[in-house]
Each structure stands twice: as C-alpha cells, then as structure tokens.
C-alpha cells in the first residue's frame, strides 16, 4: 500500500500515533533509568583518572542522576504521557551536559572523557530510536557541548587530538542518525503490516460470522426448500404407482417405458432429498439416535436381499458374513441401514463385472464392527483424506464416468459419529476397498423383540393408510439404486436402416434421458445412440448423421471435448451439434460455442423446442450440401474451362506461329536458293582469280557457305518447332536440346549473359523433341527475363547454367540463373494458367503452364528453388524411357515443388 495513502487515513494515523507514544515512553523510561544506574556508576572511572576531583564529579553524577530519576517519573504522569516528545531529548542532554562539564573541568581537547559523548550518541541509537529530526539536534546539541568544554582551554598543540576527538564525534553523530532513519522506516513498515494484519484478522472474524450466519441460513433453506419439494414429489409419484399398479396391463410398451422412467427418477429425486434434509437435521443438532432390538444377522441378509438383483445384474457375487456372537444389538436401525446401503451401492457402483462384495459383522472387545469389502476399481491414497467430505468427489470433472454429488459416505460418517463410533477404509487402486464401522456394542435386553428386517415392497392401493404409504415410500427410495443397469450402459451397435429420415445421433450417458430422447424423436429421425464422448465420435465418423445431439457431462469425453473433436474431422467439421446441460450460464454458453457447437438447450428443456431446433438444424444442413455440392460442381466446371481456354490459347498460339513461320519459311527459302545458285557460280569462277587471292577468296566462300547452312538449320527446326502434329517420342539427346534452344535465343544471350553448359555424356529424355524445346526455350527466356530485371552490383556478373545429370535411374535437367528470383508468396502460383507478374503486354502467363502439361504428359516432375533476390533454379525430372516418377520433396526453405 502507498505510504501517502495509507497516512491519509485518520484511522491508521490514531493508531500510529498510539503506538509511537507507547514506543517513546517505554524507550524513555528506559533510557532514564540507564542514566539513573550508570553516571553515578563511572565514579570508579573517576577514582583512576581524576582522584583529586572525584568528590566534585560525584556530586555532578549525582545530581545528573536525580535529575533523571525525575524525567523517569514524569514518564509515568498524565502530564508526561501527554507531552512525551518533550521529554527525550533531556534524556540525552543531562549526561551529555554532565561529561561536558568533566572535559571543561580537567584537560579539555585532549580529555579522555570525550568517549562518553561517543556513548550517548550510540545510545540515543540503540536506545531510545528517535527520529531524524530529534536525533539531528541530539547530535548538534552533543558536538557543541563538546566546543563549548574544548575551546576555553585550547592550545596549539592539542589541535591533532581535538580534530581526532572532534572528526569521530561527528562521525559517530552520522552513524547514529543514518541508523535512526533506517531503523525508522523498517519500523514504519513493521507497523504498517501489522496494522493492515490486524485490519484482515478483524475483517476475517466479521466474515466468519456472516459465514456461519450464511451457513444456518443455507441449513434453514434446505430444511425448507426440501420439504416443500418432497409434498409435490410425492403427489407425483401416488399417481403414477396407482397408473402402474391398476393400469399397467392397458398401456402400450412405449407408454409404460415412459410411467417407469418418470417413476424410478423420481425415487431417485427423493432420495436425494431425503440425504439433504438428513444433512440438515445433523449440522442443526436436531438427529436423535433411536436405538431398538435388531437382529444383525437378518438385518444384513436383509440389506443383501436388497442390492441382489443389481449385483446379479452386474454379474458380482454378494455375500454376508455375521458372527453367532453378535446375536441381538441395541441399534438405530434406519441409520444403521442408511450407513450399510450406501457403502453397498458404492461398491457395487466401482466394482467391475465378476467381482465380490463381502458385508460382514463381528465383535472385537466392546465394539461391533461392520465392514463392506470389494474388489473394485479401488482409491488412490492422495484422495482417502477427502473421502468423507460432504460434496466430495474423487473425479469432479464433465467427464467422468461415475455420478453423483458426494453426499453418501459423508452422511456414513457422520451417522457413525453421532452414534459414538468410528469409521475408517483400507484401499489399493485395482485391488479393492474396505470400509469399516466401529459402533459401540450393546447387547439388546432379554425379552426385547427384534425389529424385523424386510425389504419394502409397494402396498396394494386401498390396503395402507396415507401415512403407511408414505413411510413405505420413503423406505424404497432410501433402497432405490442409483447406479443404471448393465444393458442399459453398454456401447450399442447400430443397424441404421435405409430410408428418407434424417439421421440423429444422440450422445447421453444417462439411460433414462437416452430412453426417452429416443422415444421422442424417432418418428421423424433415424436415431443413432451413444454412451459417452468417445462413442460420439466415433459413430459421427461411422454414420455422418445430419445433427448431433450431445450431452455435456459424459464419460470417456464430455460434450465439450466431443464437439471439439468432432468439429476438427474433416468429414464431420460441418455436421451441426446441439448441447444439452444443465448448466446455463452465460460461461458454458460461450465455451460451447467456441468449441464447434451449433447450439445450446439448458435442461429441462421443452420436447416441442427441441423438435423445432433439430428441425432447424436439419434443414440448415441439408442446404448447406446442396449448396456445397452446386460449389463443387461450378468449381470443376470453371476448371474445366480454364483448361479449356488454356489449351485453345496454345493451339491457336502454336497455329499461328506455325502460318507466320510457313510465310517466313517460303521468303526465306527463294532468296536461299538464288544465293546457293550464287555460291555454285562464284567456285565455279575461282578459276578466274589471281592465284594468290584464291585461298583468300576460297576461305570468304566457305564463310559464305557456313552462314546459308545455317540459316537452312534455323529454318529447319522453326518448321519442326512450329508443327506438333508429329507426335513421335524417342530417345532425345539433350545436348541438342540444349543446343537447339539456346540458337533460338542467341540474339539476346550473345555476348550479354554468360551461359555454362554441363551435359552428361549421351544423356537423353524419353519425349518429343519439338515440345522439349518448347519447354527449354520458355524456361531460359524466363531466365533472360529475370536477369534484365536485376541491377547487378559492382564485380557481379550476369550468368545462366544449364546443367544435365543421372541421378537413381531418373535423367535431370537443371537451368539455374542469378536473376531477381521468384518472391516467396508467388511460388505456389506460377505454373497456373495465366498468372504472370510482367506487365501488360509483356506476357500472358501461359508459358510455365505449358511447361508443366508437357513435363506432365512425359511423366515428369518440375521443382522450383528461388530466393528472391539472389537466383531461381528449374528442375526437370523424367524417368529413363518413360520409367513412372515419385514425388520429390521440397528442396530448401523457399522451393516449391509442382506435383504432375
């Protein structure tokens, strides 16, 4: 907290105050009666150092001490209460003035007395802790005391050892004030830490009692509130006993599937009430122990007979134990049965399939021990000290497996408290637990008739009175079991038949909830049905369903983690999902959502809203993978067109090249003709030539000759270039590719670009030559292109490299430049149709594209490396005569390769 805050507050200064106060005068009454008890003390120092003025100083002492033991005594008056500030500083003064005087009165400057004056300023800071104030004038008021007894006296040669005596007075005046302060503000702290602690403690004990407040107004309410639950609850169930019991035989099985399922969620209700209202009775003091006559023997077969029919169910023997010795006891039977029905359902709720629950009674000494032992799941020992806390839960999470709300063995604790014993559990995770109750043993007078042990069965209408009724009533609920039968929990195996329903999944590890889910909305869905989180996911892979219903709290997976599963496939990110919980604040709502949900219904919720919010999701969908497949559709339609386009673009393209170099081809060809008719005349006149300029004139002619056969080459491969009606493929040399391209190109790579070739020995591509060269020809002008593009620095030169390799059975053809490179966002774009970054006019964008349908057709790959800036580098990859290529992987952190 902020010193200047907390200062402003009136409160917190009062309460400094009255600390300081109580502070300086125990310090003051402390430091008076140090001067009482040690000046009179120093006449011994006196009898050696001065004993011609030892009388003269022992009345000073003396006086000194009177004058003390009076401060002492006014410390304790109202008068030095008040003004305690008033009072240090003579403390200190009187001695010091009393030294003073002694150094005056004997050697002065170079009197040894001057160390008392050290003291009382050591003692003003170990003492009496004033603050910086006061002990600023303590140090100025001691020091000119000393001038003062120094001065009269003073000589030249005293002046080393009145500086000496001066300089570590002054000194120890600073170490007395530097500690002051220190000590000080630690103490302003310590103070305020302990004022804010007592500010907390105070505020605690406040909320405490407004806790406890809290708490029996909570007990009251439950007390309340569940009494009034139990008179509508119990005007349910009446009516539907009577339906089932006096009707059953006229309903149909889907109508009494429903009776059955509102009546057994009901007995469940009301055994939760009546654990509550137990609750409340003991925390207001208000339960009583009854103890009657109990035959323990039939009491526990009794408690047996009433878990047999889950057990077999669960396919887990259930046996009873009781020693002859234990006979008859005196007992409170209905806690007693509540104590051994919950430690019994509990092990039968954590034991697996094939198990054994052993219930057994004995004596040992003056207790009577009952234990409940099972070869359950077992608990961990981290958890056996919460075990028995009201609320507890070993898994208290959406997802876990087994429910309830932590009431059950806490209210066996606490019934075996109330009636003087004790209770205590062994366990071993996947071995078993056994909980023992240690109850003080009393054996039930002679004569006293034992309570009969039976299990409650339903009265016949009209033949119990209402109060019989409802005793019978409350009994069967307190047997009611609460843990859903084996059939009911399995993981079911759908046979979804065919037909136009939409298909449902519903996910709810609640059986019940399951049953009537199902019942309600199977006349308009194929419904699937799932257990837990995980069969949730799994079957919406499996069926696709149309929507999804999830419950939010399941085992394996909760709804939440579901729905975020599920959301993540692939195949099943767009199936809409509505979640079902009992939670509906605004929290769950938003995590729901974000985790993938499409909506959320608070239980209880309305059959009719439901129906409407399925229907509503169903259709949403169902247009959704209309409009999903028409996208599709127009997708691979504008493909389609796009390839189209391409391919009539090239055709038309290839066409007209192929009229324009026919057109060329035919001028070319005549002036050709007439200047080989030319050459044959002029070596036919050579003749006619002086004899030494015939080997001048024979070399201009052979130059002649090279130049025409040239142009008859350039013409050849244009007419072969621009015709692909031959399709023919063969073993290509790629050296005359090579070759072949860079002749097109000579015009803009001669004495421009410096080219390095390095070919493989006969190395040859399984394709057409022409469009080989189409391919090679486009690559290197791309090449050219990017090198114009790029300002070169000072010593750097512009460079291609054509390189040609076998590498693992595949013939590679590499064309690498040190051009301005490919930016990084335009790799994965450059061989689509018509995507070019030249500027209008200067491209179309189709040439890499021709590159890859061609590589393409040959069954090659063509990988792109680039750093933007620095080079790009395009590799051809063919199998050897037409081998089947693989996939390359990526080269570098800025290639991309191009699948074909």
Known sequence: MDDKLILSDPEFRAALLSNEREERISTGKLASALVVFLMPLGVVLDYFVYPAKLKLFLFVRLLCSALAALLWYLHKTDVGIKHYRLLGLPIALLPAAAISWMIYATEGPVSPYYA????????????????????????????????????????????????????????????????????????????????????????????????KQLDEA???????????????????????????????????????????????NGMRLLKLINDLLDLVRLESGRMVVKREPLGMSDFLKGMASAARQMANDKRITLETHVDPAVGRVMAD??????????????????????????????????ELVLS???????????????????????????????????IGLALVKEFTELQGGTVSVQSELSKGSTFTIRLPYEVAPEGATAVESEVAVVPAAGTASNEEWLTNLYRRAELFPGVAAVQDSVRRVENVR?????????????????????????????????????????????????????????????????????????????????????RADEETKLKALSMGASDFLPKPFSTTELHVRIKNLVESYSYQRKLSKQNTVLENTIEQLKETETQLVQTEKLASLGRMSAGIIHEINNPLNFATTGLYTLRNKVRFIAPEEQEEYAEILKDVEEGI??????????????????????????????????????????????IEQRIAEHQTIW??????????????????????????????????????????????????????????????????????????????????????????????????????????????????????????????????????
């Open 498 to 582: 065919n037909g136009n329903l939409p298909k449902l999944l519903v996910a709810d590890d609640e059986p019940d909830m399951l049953r009537f889910l199902k019942s309600q909305l199977s006349s308009h869905y194929q419904v699937i049905e799932a257990v837990d989180g995980q069969q949730a996911v799994e079957k919406a892979s499996q069926f696709l369903p149309d929507v999804i219903l999830l419950d939010m709290m399941m085992p394996e997976k909760d709804g939440l983690q579901a729905c975020k599963e599920i959301h993540e496939r692939a195949a099943t990110q767009t199936i809409p999902i509505i979640l079902l919980t009992a």
């Open 218 to 264: 909570k007990g009251r309410f439950f007390a309340n509130i569940s009494h009034e639950l139990r008179t509508p609850l119990t005007l349910l169930l009446a009516p539907l006993e009577s339906l089932l019991n006096r009707f059953k035989s006229s309903f149909d099985e889907e109508t009494r599937n429903l009776l059955v399922t509102m009546h057994s």
């Open 333 to 366: 039977r209905d806690k007693l049965e509540k104590m051994i029905l919950n430690l019994q359902f509990n092990a039968l709720k954590f034991t697996p399939a094939g198990g054994r629950i052993e219930l057994r009674a004995e004596i040992a000494g003056d």
């Open 116 to 211: 008392g004056l050290n003291l009382i300023l050591l003692a003003i800071s170990v003492v009496v802790r004033w603050n910086v104030r006061e002990s600023l004038l303590a140090c100025a008021a001691v020091m000119l005391m000393y001038l003062a007894a120094a001065l009269p006296s003073f000589s030249q040669p005293q002046l080393g050892t009145f500086v000496n005596n001066f300089y570590f007075l002054g000194l120890t005046g600073i170490i007395m004030i530097a500690g002051n302060y220190l000590f000080n503000r630690l103490r302003f702290r310590e103070f305020v830490l302990r004022y804010e602690l007592n500010q907390n403690r105070a505020q605690l004990e406040e909320n405490n009692q407004k806790l």
């Open 709 to 754: 056969k040239r142009v008859k080459t350039i013409v050849s491969d244009l007419r072969s270039f621009s015709h692909f009606e031959n399709e023919q493929m063969e073993q290509v040399e790629v050296a005359d590719l090579v070759t072949a391209s860079l002749r097109f190109l000579s015009h803009q790579l001669k004495d421009q670009i410096q």
């Open 372 to 406: 409940v032992k099972d070869t359950g799941m077992g608990i961990s020992e981290q958890n056996l000290a919460n075990l028995f806390s009201r609320f507890w839960q070993a898994d208290d999470s959406s997802r876990r497996k087994y429910q309830g709300v932590g």
């Open 767 to 900: 394709a057409n030559k022409n469009k080989m060269i189409n391919v090679l020809v486009n690559l290197i002008q791309n090449s050219v292109d990017a090198i114009e593009r790029k300002s070169f620095g000072d010593g750097e030169k512009p460079w291609l490299t054509i390189e040609g390799r076998i590498e693992r059975g595949r013939t590679m053809l590499v064309v690498r430049d040190n051009g301005e490179g490919i930016e990084p966002q335009n790799l994965d774009k450059i061989f689509d149709p018509f995507f070019t970054t030249k500027d209008v006019g200067e491209g179309m964008g189709l040439g890499l594209s021709i590159c890859y349908r061609i590589v393409q057709e040959y069954d090659g790959l063509i990988r792109v490396r680039s750093e933007h800036g620095q080079y790009c580098e395009f590799t051809l990859d063919f199998p050897l005569k037409g081998e089947p290529a693989s996939q390359s992987s990526q080269e570098g952190h800025t290639s991309y390769a191009k699948p074909v």
